[in-house]
C-alpha cells in the first residue's frame, strides 16, 4: 500500500498548524505591549518683563531759598515781552531772597545794558542772562579749607561769629569731616564767657573721639588757645579747631579780644590758616554787617553758612562774596554730622533758577 498521499497530508496539516500558532502567538505579544509614550517637551517659560526703574529725581538741597527765586522766575519766562514789570519783578525777588540792595542793582544794571544793546530780545533770554552774571559772580572765589603742612606746625582754624548761630555745633561737624580725612585734631574750648560752651564742644569731642583742652568758665580765651596749641604740638597733632567768644558784634570789647586770641594763637608754635566766621543764613542781611566787623578784627578768610537748606534768605551769599570778597566755604544743610558740606555754586544756582530741578 502506498503512503506518500498520507504523509504529504500530514505535512500540509502541520505546516497550516504552525502557521496560526505564528499568528495567534504575535496577536497576544502585542496585546501585552505596553505603549510608553515619550515625556512632553519641558516647558520654558519667558520670564516676565521687567520695567527700567524710572530716574531718582535729583535732590534739592536749596528748597527754601528756591522757592522765592523759581516762582518769579518762571513767571518772568512766561511774559511775551521785556516790560517795566519785568525789572520790578527781578527787583523784588532779589531782594526778598536778601540778595541786598548794592548787589541787586549791579546785576540789574549788567542786564538792563544787554537788552539796550538788543543783546538781549526777550524775558527768557533776559533770565538766563541774569542767571550767568550771578554763577560769574560766585565762580571765582576758592573754596577749599586751608591746611599748610609746610608752615610751623600745628594749623589752626579759629572759628568766630555771635552766639546762637551754630558755631560749637560747626567746630564739631568740621572735626568729624577732618578726622576722616586724616587729620589728627585737637579741641580749644574757646569761648570761656558762655555758659555751658565747654560742655557742649566736650560732648562733640567725646562723639568725635578727639582730644580737647577747656579753661574755667569765664577765664582768658587767648590762654585757653595757646595751651591748646601747645598740647596739641605735643601731642604730634596737625590741626586745632579753636572755638571762640561771641558775644554780639557791635561791642568793643569782643572784637579787642578776637584780636588778641589772633595774636596769641600763633606766640609760640603753630600757624593760623583759618579764620572762619560762622553765619546763621536765616539772619540775611544782618550776616553782612557781622561778616563786615568780624573781618576787621580778625582777618576772616571764609565764611560757614549754618541752615541754608531752610532759608528764605540764601541771597546773602551774593551779598557776602560781592561786597566783602569772602568766599562762603561751607554751609549747612541739615542736622546731620556729615550736613556740613563744601558750597558748590554751581548746584545752588542751578537750583534758584530751574524749577524743573
Do not use: H
Request: aromatic share 4%; with cysteine; proline share 4%.
Amino acid at each position: 500500500m502506498d503512503n506518500a498521499p498520507l504523509v504529504l497530508l500530514l505535512l500540509v496539516g502541520l505546516v497550516v498548524v504552525f502557521g496560526l500558532g505564528v499568528v495567534v502567538l504575535n496577536r497576544r505579544k502585542a496585546g501585552d505591549r505596553v505603549a510608553v509614550e515619550s515625556p512632553p517637551a519641558p516647558s520654558i517659560e519667558k520670564p516676565p518683563s521687567v520695567a527700567e526703574p524710572a530716574p531718582l529725581a535729583p535732590t534739592r538741597r536749596f528748597t527754601k531759598a528756591a522757592g522765592i527765586f523759581t516762582g518769579a522766575f518762571a513767571g518772568v519766562r512766561a511774559r511775551e515781552k521785556i516790560t517795566a514789570d519785568t525789572w520790578d519783578d527781578l527787583e523784588e525777588t532779589l531782594l526778598r531772597a536778601d540778595v541786598g540792595l548794592t548787589v541787586t542793582t549791579s546785576l540789574l544794571s549788567g542786564v538792563r545794558s544787554r537788552v539796550d544793546k538788543k543783546e538781549v530780545v526777550d524775558p527768557s533770554g533776559l533770565v538766563d542772562a541774569l542767571q550767568t552774571d550771578m554763577a560769574a559772580q560766585l565762580s571765582a572765589n576758592a573754596r577749599e579749607l586751608i591746611f599748610d603742612a609746610s608752615v610751623k606746625q600745628p594749623n589752626i582754624w579759629l572759628f568766630v561769629g555771635v552766639n546762637g548761630v551754630g558755631k560749637t555745633t560747626t567746630i564739631g561737624k568740621v572735626a568729624f569731616a577732618q578726622k576722616a580725612n586724616g587729620r589728627n585734631v585737637l579741641l580749644a574750648a574757646g569761648d570761656t564767657f558762655r555758659a555751658a560752651a565747654g560742655e557742649q564742644l566736650q560732648t562733640w569731642a567725646a562723639r568725635v573721639e578727639v582730644p580737647i583742652v577747656r579753661g574755667n568758665e569765664g577765664g582768658d580765651p587767648s590762654a585757653v588757645i595757646f595751651d591748646a596749641v601747645q598740647s596739641a604740638a605735643a601731642r604730634g597733632c596737625d590741626l586745632v579747631l579753636a572755638d571762640t567768644a561771641g558775644r554780639l558784634q557791635n561791642k568793643t570789647n569782643l572784637m579787642e579780644e578776637l584780636k588778641k586770641v589772633r595774636r596769641v594763637a600763633e606766640k609760640d608754635a603753630g600757624t593760623v590758616t583759618e579764620v572762619l566766621l560762622v553765619i546763621d543764613a536765616t539772619t540775611g542781611q544782618n550776616g553782612l554787617s557781622q561778616a563786615a566787623q568780624f573781618t576787621e578784627a580778625t582777618n576772616v578768610t571764609g565764611v560757614v553758612l549754618t541752615k541754608l537748606d531752610g532759608s528764605a534768605k540764601g541771597g546773602i551769599v551774593f551779598a557776602i562774596e560781592t561786597q566783602l570778597g569772602i568766599p562762603v566755604k561751607l554751609v549747612g544743610l541739615g542736622e546731620t554730622i556729615a550736613d556740613l558740606v563744601v558750597f558748590d555754586p554751581e548746584e545752588y544756582i542751578r537750583e534758584l533758577f530751574d524749577s524743573e530741578v
